[in-house]
Nanobody, 119 residues
Framework: VQLQASGGGLVQAGGSLRLSCAASASVSIDDMAWHRQAPGKQRELVAS???????NVADSVKGRFTISRDNAKNTVYLQMNSLKPEDTAVYYCAADYHCSGYDCVGRDWGQGTQVTVSS
């Protein structure tokens, strides 16, 4: 699965950004997710969404970030509102996939997009 993320950038605290991640694949895409990694910290899950639309959002961003997806386009979005300086990180999208008959399963990652929130 090839994942192409976009939408990162520099924004002031309180602002908004929308990240997009499009998956190109000849396999079936299952759960999709956004993770982030700040300098000196471990990568952490921000939000995930199943193919059926069920979502899971980290407590640190709950009420501010919304994850959604367009299955027809194999694209996942992350709407980020009320951004804080502590949201500064490289954001990575991930997609779980499987082949017909589950002959193959796995997870692939996008290249990451930088989000910087200034105070």
């Amino acid at each position: 699965v090839q994942l192409q993320a976009s939408g990162g950038g520099l924004v002031q605290a309180g602002g908004s950004l929308r990240l997009s991640c499009a998956a190109s694949a000849s396999v079936s895409i299952d759960d999709m997710a956004w993770h982030r990694q700040a300098p000196g910290k471990q990568r952490e899950l921000v939000a995930s969404i199943t193919s059926g639309g069920s979502t899971n959002v980290a407590d640190s961003v709950k009420g501010r970030f919304t994850i959604s997806r367009d299955n027809a386009k194999n694209t996942v979005y992350l709407q980020m509102n009320s951004l804080k300086p502590e949201d500064t990180a490289v954001y990575y999208c991930a997609a779980d996939y499987h082949c017909s008959g589950y002959d193959c399963v796995g997870r692939d990652w996008g290249q990451g997009t930088q989000v910087t929130v200034s105070s």
